[in-house]
């Protein structure tokens, strides 16, 4: 991890797109203004983490759809070569 000092009104850049810049400074609080392109996500970190957290609970749910519907396709194909039958 890099560690930077920087003042109220000091930033920095990030490749060539993405400016961080301190706007203000009060106690323990600090202000950050972040410039980026839309297509760059910024979230806050505890957003993100609840974010990946409601995507990986998405994703178990859809695994276990996506298990049943197999499940209910199956059924079906058997229930179709008894009726044939």
């Not at 990986?56 to 197999?70: D, P, Y």
């Amino acid at each position: 991890m890099l560690v930077l000092s920087r003042k109220k009104g000091q930033g920095i850049v990030i490749g060539d797109s993405i400016e961080i810049t301190v706007v203000d400074v009060q106690g323990d609080m600090v202000r950050i203004g972040i410039n980026a392109p839309r297509e760059i996500t910024v979230h806050r970190q505890e957003v993100f983490q609840q974010i990946k957290a409601e995507n990986q609970q998405a994703l178990q749910q859809s695994q276990g759809l996506e298990i049943k519907l197999r499940q209910l396709t199956e059924l079906s194909k058997n229930i179709d070569k008894k009726d044939k039958a």
